[in-house]
């Protein structure tokens, strides 16, 4: 496209819009075609779940003939996915307080405190960002059979946090320091300790970027496999991604059957993510780029 | 953005910044330092016991027992072996193989994937009907967990009944049938197509973020100047983009440094051995067939490969950004 921008643009309005035409229908088609990509996966597995896997093999692209709502419901009436939805939820949960209250307490002292050594000891956190979980997934295994945490929740929540401090530390470091120091004076002078200003001042304005944090620290733990893997032997304890993937062992054959669970077992990531999908893409960006 | 200063005059602040140091000459002034002191451990200790104990301490550990032979029984290793897990890594077909296999897939994304998430975040940067909806959209399978990701594929990719199989019969292309997962031929392939399904929009959303914080009077003054779209791409968008497009290497070389979840689901490294990566390597040795000073040795080896990488990666590559006009810029948005 060599839209120029000299003078024939105003002499010759009716060539310059059938081009924008032109423009327009082109980005359309490569942004459906590529929408197209993403979809088509995903609505195979939605539709795919009202069918047989006989329908399925059979008839892999039209409508279900007849509708097998069965795949879904038997699911959903199952007490072993909604066990493991509550998992989920909770190891989520206990590691984004984890993470995020540790994370606020380090990045305060970080950004507002002068102290010999403190470049050193954000750098040793910053370190943290280089080491793939994957490398320390064998040594944590040895080490938490040592704490006796095997087959215990607190084995996956609390490597889970000790991994995302560095990130969610960087974040909150950089936002803490925009407050302004007025603020922080203003505070002093009407009487409050540090702590006070940390607990009634400091993490009231930071809601936004707590937020943030705390989305990201939910993903990565709703969608962490590895480590549960390892840790989490009882079926009771499983994860939903862990469920899936032992579901998907025990009916490989029962293709429509899998689809259905992998469908429901995507409810609930795809419903966070259009709630928290501004604090997540901003925690994204913002933990990429100030890394 | 301006870095507040760091003062010294607050209370329960240190005041003695590194460098500058007066000595605390009045007893004020040494309570005020040790008061804040007492502050800066209560605040920042758990944090950092929980990371040394989770984080540094199994680097260590794994440093450790990857020099015995052991079998993982017992309190710790006995059977003290020197190298010799490091000599039988370095002559192992499969770790050779994992890393030409982490090699191929990075190299991939690098003339595939990254170039392809760039032309869709320029598109989407245009003004178009639409584009929030399929920015959304876009970006939908990042949040899905790899594992949701592997088992759907499977049953794409699969060789009776798959929808990959279906739709090329469909569209005429039945000679192109595979049995993807299943074929070593085909499944790093197969594999890297489904890595790119799931992480494109990620790498969309980066260089979006990083495209808005360029000012639009930069690429006018380009136009201006005669520049057409692509110039203006080429000269101005481009290399200001440079940092984004440096982290987006480095998060993909990391990804694949530690890649195991997607391929565990997809292939378990089968069919023998052909989609093995470090990850999995090691996970075999370590959980499957119990040598866990073998499977440390393989954990050291990533980690090294990792840590020399990102090291060198900060000093060489990354290091331009943290000079210069772009690095501001980044700041201030």
Known sequence: MTATLDGRRHARPARTSRRKVVKAVSLHTIAIVIGAIVVIPLLFGLIGGFKTTAQLSTNPFGLPDPWQPGNYTEVIFSGSFWQQVWNSVFIAMATTVIVVGLAAMASFVFARFAFRGREFWFLLFTVGLMFPFAVATLPLFVLLRYMGLLDNPLGVILPQAAFGLPVTIIVLRSFFRTIPREVEEAATIDGCS??????????????????????????????????????????????????VQQFNGQYSSDTARVLAYVVLAMVPALAFYSVAERQLIGGLTAGATKG | MTRPALTDDRRGIVANPPGRGSPPAAPTARRRKTKGLLTITLFMLPALVLFCLLVLAPILLASYTSFFKWNGLGGLPTQFIGLDNYTRLLEDPVFKGDLGRGLFLLVMSLLIQLPLSLGLAMLLNQRMRGRAFYRLLFFAPYVLSEVITGVLFTMILSPDGGLANQILDAIGLG???????????????????????????????????????IPKELTEAAAIDGAGSWKQFRYVTLPLLGPTIRISVFLSIIGTIQLFDLVWVLTSGGPIHSSETMAITMFQFGFKRTQIGYASAISVAMFLISLVFALGYQRFVMRRDTEGAITTMRDQR
Request: glycine share 6%.
């Open chain 1, 194 to 243: 540090s702590f006070g200003f940390f607990w009634r001042i400091l993490l009231p304005m930071a809601r936004p970027a707590l937020a943030t944090v705390s989305v990201l620290a939910i993903v990565g733990s709703w969608n962490n496999f590895f480590l549960p893997l390892v840790i989490l032997n009882d079926p009771g304890l499983w994860t939903l991604p862990l469920g």
């Open chain 2, 175 to 213: 000679s192109l049938q595979s049995t993807w997962l299943a074929e070593p031929s085909t499944v790093m392939y197969s594999i890297f197509i489904v890595m790119t399904w799931k992480y494109f929009g990620f790498h969309m959303i980066l260089y979006l973020a990083g495209r808005q914080s």
